[in-house]
C-alpha cells in the first residue's frame, strides 16, 4: 500500500510536470523584456565569473548604477551570471531555468500541501496537494513570475521559503521516527537536527534571493502553533530555541541591509521613481482585492499595472478594499470559531496569503504599487483555500451523477486556465504585444507609451516612436525624458535641427538631465563643432560622473582632434567604470596605435578580443601590429 501511495505521488508530480512545461513552451524563446535590459543586456556584472565577491554582494554607495546586479539579491546574480556563461545572451537557457524552478516550487508545494492536509484531517491525501499544485502550476497569474526572467528573484526565494517551512516541519513533527526510519542508523534526535539545520540554511538563501522572504519566522511559529501544537503555547515554547533561531538569523540580516547595503526597505528602488509612504499604504487594499480579483477570473492581466494614488481615506478605492478585506477576516474568524475539521487550515492559509504580502502590501513603498509576479509568494494559501472550498462542495453534493459533473467542471476550469496561460505566453514572444496590451487596458499609461516608443525607435518605425514619446509627454508630469528620447528619433532620422530642439527642451525642464547634455554634444560631434560638442559632454560628466559612454565619447572626440594623450586619459576612465565594454578597448587600441606605441595598441585589442572574440576587424588590427612588429 505505501509502495502503492509513493508510485501514485511520483505520477502525479510527473503529470503536473508535463503539463507546466506544455504551459510554458511557448515562451522558452521569448525576448528579454523590461528591466531584463538593464539587469541583463546591460549589465557588465553578469559577464565575467571572476571576481565574484565583488559583483554579487557590496554596498549600494560603491559605483552603484541601475546596470549592475543588485547586491540585495545575490542568488538571483548568480543564476544570471551563469547562464550568461552558459549561453551568453540566448534567452532560451534563462527561460528553461525559470520553468525548471517553477516546476521545482510544484514539486515542493506538493509535498507541503500534503503535510498540512495529514496535520489538519489526521489522514493522507494525494488529490488535494495535487489540484493545489495543478491550479498553482497553470493559473495565468503566475506568468509574470516565470516568464519574465528577471522576475526569477520571486521563484527563487518561494523555493527556498517552501523548502525552509518544509524541512522545519519535518524537524517539528512529534513522530519523527517515521522519517529517520527510511535511514537506518540515524536516530531520531540526529534527524530532527538534521531537518532543523537544512530549514536554516534555506532562510538566507531565500533571502538572498528576495527581501520579501523576511516573513519566514512569523510564519514558521504560526504553522507550529496552529498545526503542530494544536494551538497550545507550552508546545511553541519547548521549540523555543528552534523559533529563536530564525528570528536571530532575521535580525542579522536586517543589520547587514542597514550598516552595509545601506536601508532596511527597497534600497533598489531609490533608483527609480518610489512612492509616498502613506499613499503607498492608502492604494494597499485596493491592490490585494486586485490580486484576489484575478486569482478568481482569469482576466485583465497586465505587465505593467499603472494604479493612481489615494490622496486619503475617504476614498472608494480604500474603503471598499478595506470592508472586503475585514469581511475575510470575520469569515475565517467564524469558520474558525466553528471547531471544525476546516478551522485550523483555513487560519493558516489565510494568515500565509496576508501575511507574505505585507513586505510589498504595507509601509514599505517600492516602485511599483501593484505587481502580479508578487502574488507567486502567496500562491500556496490562495489555491488552497480554493480547492478546501471543492471538497467542501464535492461532500456535500448528493447523488453520483452531480459528483461527475463536478469534477467534468474542475476538468474544464483547469483546461481553460491551460489555454490562457499559453496564449499569454506566446504574446511574451513579442514585447510589442505585451505593451500594447498594457495600453489596451489603460490609454493614458504613460509607462507603456515610453516602452513603445523605445521598442518602435528600435524597428525604425520613427513615426510610431514620436507618436508614443509624444503621448508620454501628455500623459506624464515628467516630461523631460521624453522630449530627449525624441530629439534621440529625431537625431536617428537626420532630422538634426528637430532633435537639437527637443534636446535642449529636456536640459530646460529638468536642467540636471545629464543625458541630454551628453546627446547633445554627440550631435554637435557629428557636425565637427567639436568645442560645442566638448562643451556639452563636459557638462554631462559634472552631472553624473559616473556615466562611462560620456568619458568614451570625450575621448574620441579628442581622437578626432588628434589630441591622443587627451583621449586615452578618457578611455582609462570608462574603462575603469566599466571594464566589460570591448569597444572602450578598440578606441584605446586606437589611440596607442595613432601614437605609434604598437605594444599597448596590441594590449588593448587582445582585451577587446577576449570580451567579443567575434570582432574580425580587431583580429585585423592585432594581425597588422604583429606584421609591424615583425619588420
Known amino acids: 500500500m505505501d509502495k502503492l501511495y509513493k508510485y501514485s505521488s511520483v505520477l502525479l508530480l510527473l503529470i503536473i510536470s508535463v503539463i507546466t512545461f506544455i504551459c510554458y513552451y511557448s515562451s522558452l524563446n521569448a525576448p528579454f523584456i523590461f528591466d531584463d535590459i538593464p539587469k541583463i543586456t546591460e549589465n557588465p556584472d553578469i559577464r565575467d565569473l571572476h571576481n565574484l565577491k565583488t559583483k554579487l554582494?557590496?554596498?549600494?554607495?560603491?559605483?552603484?548604477?541601475?546596470?549592475?546586479?543588485d547586491p540585495s539579491r545575490p542568488i538571483v546574480s548568480l543564476s544570471l551570471t551563469l547562464n550568461y556563461y552558459f549561453g551568453k545572451y540566448n534567452t532560451y537557457g534563462y527561460h528553461l531555468f525559470n520553468v525548471f524552478i517553477h516546476i521545482l516550487n510544484c514539486m515542493v508545494m506538493f509535498l507541503l500541501s500534503k503535510k498540512i492536509y495529514n496535520y489538519?484531517?489526521?489522514?493522507?491525501?494525494?488529490?488535494?496537494?495535487?489540484?493545489?499544485?495543478?491550479?498553482?502550476?497553470?493559473?495565468?497569474?503566475?506568468?509574470?513570475?516565470?516568464?519574465?526572467?528577471?522576475?526569477?528573484?520571486?521563484?527563487?526565494?518561494?523555493?527556498?521559503?517552501?523548502?525552509?517551512?518544509?524541512?522545519?516541519?519535518?524537524?517539528?513533527?512529534?513522530?519523527?521516527?517515521?522519517?529517520?526510519?527510511?535511514?537506518?542508523?540515524?536516530?531520531?534526535?540526529?534527524?530532527?537536527?538534521?531537518?532543523?539545520?537544512?530549514?536554516?540554511?534555506?532562510?538566507?538563501?531565500?533571502l538572498f534571493s528576495k527581501q520579501t522572504a523576511v516573513t519566514l519566522p512569523l510564519i514558521i511559529l504560526i504553522a507550529d502553533y496552529i498545526l503542530l501544537s494544536d494551538l497550545n503555547l507550552n508546545n511553541i515554547i519547548k521549540n523555543k530555541y528552534y523559533h529563536l533561531s530564525f528570528w536571530?538569523?532575521?535580525?542579522?540580516?536586517?543589520?547587514?541591509?542597514?550598516?552595509?547595503?545601506?536601508?532596511?526597505?527597497?534600497?533598489?528602488?531609490?533608483?527609480?521613481?518610489?512612492?509616498?509612504?502613506?499613499?503607498?499604504?492608502?492604494?494597499?487594499?485596493?491592490?490585494?482585492?486586485?490580486?484576489?480579483?484575478?486569482?478568481?477570473?482569469?482576466?485583465?492581466?497586465?505587465?505593467?499595472h499603472k494604479v493612481a494614488p489615494a490622496e486619503s481615506i475617504p476614498d472608494l478605492r480604500v474603503i471598499i478594499p478595506l470592508l472586503i478585506i475585514l469581511g475575510i477576516f470575520i469569515l475565517t474568524y467564524l469558520i474558525y470559531r466553528k471547531k471544525n475539521a476546516y478551522s485550523k487550515p483555513i487560519l493558516f492559509f489565510v494568515l500565509w496569503f496576508f501575511i507574505n504580502l505585507l513586505p510589498t502590501s504595507s509601509i514599505s513603498p517600492t516602485a511599483m504599487?501593484?505587481?502580479?509576479?508578487?502574488?507567486?509568494?502567496?500562491?500556496?494559501?490562495?489555491?488552497?483555500?480554493?480547492?478546501?472550498?471543492?471538497?467542501?462542495?464535492?461532500?456535500?453534493?448528493?447523488?453520483?451523477?452531480?459528483?461527475?459533473?463536478?469534477?467534468?467542471?474542475?476538468?474544464?476550469?483547469?483546461?481553460?486556465?491551460?489555454?490562457?496561460?499559453?496564449?499569454?505566453?506566446?504574446?511574451?514572444?513579442?514585447?510589442?504585444?505585451?505593451?500594447?496590451?498594457?495600453?489596451?487596458?489603460?490609454?493614458?499609461?504613460?509607462?507603456?507609451?515610453?516602452?513603445?516608443?523605445?521598442?518602435?525607435?528600435?524597428?525604425?518605425?520613427?513615426?510610431?516612436?514620436?507618436?508614443?514619446?509624444?503621448?508620454?509627454?501628455?500623459?506624464?508630469?515628467?516630461?523631460?525624458?521624453?522630449y530627449h528620447d525624441l530629439g534621440v528619433v529625431y537625431f536617428s532620422s537626420k532630422n538634426c535641427r528637430e532633435a537639437e530642439q527637443y534636446y535642449r527642451k529636456s536640459f530646460e525642464l529638468d536642467p540636471n538631465y545629464a543625458k541630454a547634455y551628453h546627446d547633445l554634444g554627440a550631435l554637435y560631434a557629428t557636425q565637427k563643432n567639436y568645442r560645442e560638442a566638448e562643451q556639452y559632454y563636459k557638462k554631462a560628466i559634472e552631472l553624473n560622473p559616473k556615466d562611462p559612454e560620456t568619458y568614451c565619447n570625450l575621448g574620441t572626440l579628442y581622437y578626432y582632434q588628434k589630441k591622443y594623450d587627451e583621449a586615452l586619459k578618457m578611455y582609462r576612465i570608462a574603462i575603469n567604470l566599466n571594464t566589460y565594454n570591448p569597444d572602450y578597448f578598440v578606441n584605446m587600441g586606437a589611440a596607442y596605435f595613432m601614437k605609434n606605441n604598437y605594444n599597448d595598441a596590441r594590449k588593448a585589442f587582445l582585451n577587446s578580443l577576449r570580451l567579443n572574440p567575434d570582432n574580425p576587424n580587431v583580429r585585423k588590427q592585432i594581425e597588422i601590429i604583429e606584421s609591424i612588429n615583425h619588420q
Open 57 to 69: 554582494i557590496y554596498p549600494y554607495s560603491e559605483n552603484r548604477t541601475y546596470y549592475r546586479n
Open 369 to 482: 504599487a501593484m505587481s502580479e509576479r508578487r502574488i507567486y509568494f502567496s500562491g500556496l494559501a490562495f489555491f488552497s483555500l480554493f480547492v478546501f472550498i471543492y471538497f467542501f462542495l464535492f461532500r456535500i453534493m448528493y447523488g453520483k451523477r452531480l459528483k461527475v459533473l463536478f469534477i467534468i467542471l474542475i476538468g474544464f476550469h483547469i483546461s481553460t486556465l491551460c489555454l490562457i496561460t499559453i496564449n499569454r505566453n506566446k504574446l511574451f514572444n513579442d514585447p510589442i504585444k505585451i505593451w500594447e496590451e498594457v495600453i489596451s487596458r489603460d490609454i493614458n499609461n504613460y509607462y507603456a507609451h515610453d516602452k513603445l516608443g523605445y521598442l518602435y525607435f528600435k524597428k525604425n518605425d520613427f513615426e510610431k516612436a514620436v507618436y508614443h514619446y509624444q503621448m508620454v509627454i501628455k500623459t506624464n508630469n515628467y516630461k523631460a525624458k521624453a
Open 120 to 206: 489538519s484531517f489526521s489522514k493522507v491525501s494525494i488529490v488535494f496537494p495535487f489540484l493545489v499544485v495543478l491550479y498553482f502550476s497553470v493559473h495565468p497569474i503566475n506568468i509574470d513570475a516565470v516568464t519574465y526572467v528577471f522576475a526569477r528573484s520571486e521563484i527563487l526565494a518561494t523555493l527556498f521559503f517552501n523548502l525552509s517551512v518544509l524541512f522545519y516541519l519535518k524537524s517539528a513533527e512529534n513522530n519523527i521516527e517515521t522519517f529517520t526510519s527510511l535511514s537506518p542508523g540515524i536516530s531520531a534526535k540526529s534527524g530532527k537536527i538534521s531537518f532543523f539545520i537544512i530549514s536554516l540554511i534555506c532562510f538566507p538563501l531565500a
Open 248 to 304: 536571530v538569523v532575521l535580525f542579522l540580516y536586517l543589520m547587514f541591509r542597514y550598516f552595509y547595503l545601506g536601508g532596511i526597505g527597497d534600497v533598489e528602488a531609490k533608483f527609480t521613481f518610489i512612492w509616498d509612504k502613506y499613499k503607498y499604504l492608502l492604494i494597499q487594499p485596493y491592490a490585494i482585492t486586485k490580486y484576489l480579483k484575478l486569482l478568481l477570473i482569469p482576466e485583465g492581466f497586465s505587465i505593467y
